[in-house]
Nanobody
């Protein structure tokens, strides 16, 4: 069973940067994708950034040009670099990993979430 451990959240001022980390607790022989979601109070969880199994990335329009997703070569760790943070980026951020077998997602894991608070 893979578990995800997130870290890197905190309180920053608008315009500053943070980098979130997501580490898989165990190696997996399966191909994985990684996504980053966030949920602000009173709002639904939304996809912020996604890196597919081919390492191509997708970003929500609200963060495009400011956030960068990356992963280590072995796929055990992923990162979300967040620059030029705005107050509206305040939310709990979650890491999400899918394992694939034969091109089909077979397992899904979520991190515990990490709070990001941006003061204006």
């Amino acid at each position: 069973q893979v578990q995800l451990a997130e870290s890197g959240g905190g309180l920053v001022q608008a315009g500053e940067s943070l980098t979130l980390s997501c580490v898989l607790s165990a190696s997996t022989s399966k191909i994985t994708s990684m996504g980053w979601y966030r949920q602000a109070p009173g709002h639904q969880r939304e996809l912020v950034a996604y890196m597919n199994t081919g390492r191509s990335t997708y970003y929500a329009d609200s963060v495009k040009g400011r956030f960068t997703a990356s992963r280590d070569n072995d796929g055990r760790s992923g990162y979300l670099r967040m620059d030029s943070l705005k107050s509206e980026d305040t939310a709990v951020y979650y890491c999400n990993v899918h394992e694939y077998a034969g091109g089909i997602p077979v397992s899904e894991y979520w991190g515990q979430g990490t709070q990001v608070t941006v003061s204006s």
